[in-house]
């Protein structure tokens, strides 16, 4: 499997009824054996690196919101509360410019606690 296959092409408007989701579900399914190839074989870094493929993929991404927002009847599960709809919830999983990260301040214990001036 090529990388162009998995990841994201685009952060345009996705159409959720014209997402083939038969190549969707084959491309997670290879990168799961890969993932479970490499765990058996001890290749620790190969193991992660899958993981960070298919974490970040579009299929990935697709087959998440999608198990995410089918509620099977199962009121234990997590589910989105009330999506207007799969493609709003899949554009929220796309970084958004506005938010800015922030530094986490430790402290070695006591003293005075940093804070940074919010921006």
């Known amino acids: ?13 996705v159409d959720w009824n014209a997402i083939d989701w038969r190549t969707v579900n084959r491309n997670v399914r290879q990168l799961q054996v890969r993932i479970v190839k490499a ?8 193991v992660k690196a899958l993981q960070h493929l298919l974490t970040h ?3 990935g991404k697709c087959i998440a919101v999608r198990r995410v927002t089918e509620n099977r009847g199962n009121s234990q ?22 938010k800015i990260s922030r530094p986490v301040l430790r402290g070695g214990g006591g003293g005075d606690v940093a804070s940074l001036p919010d921006p």
């Not at 499997?1 to 408007?13: D, Q, S, T």
């Not at 058996?40 to 190969?46: R, S, V």
């Open 1 to 13: 499997m090529r990388a162009e296959n998995a990841c994201a092409p685009f952060h345009g408007k």
């Open 39 to 46: 765990t058996q074989e001890g290749q620790w870094g190969k």
């Open 57 to 59: 993929s579009y299929s």
């Open 77 to 98: 599960s997590l589910s989105v509360v009330n999506p207007r709809s799969e493609e709003d919830v899949f554009e929220r999983l796309e970084p958004d410019e506005v």
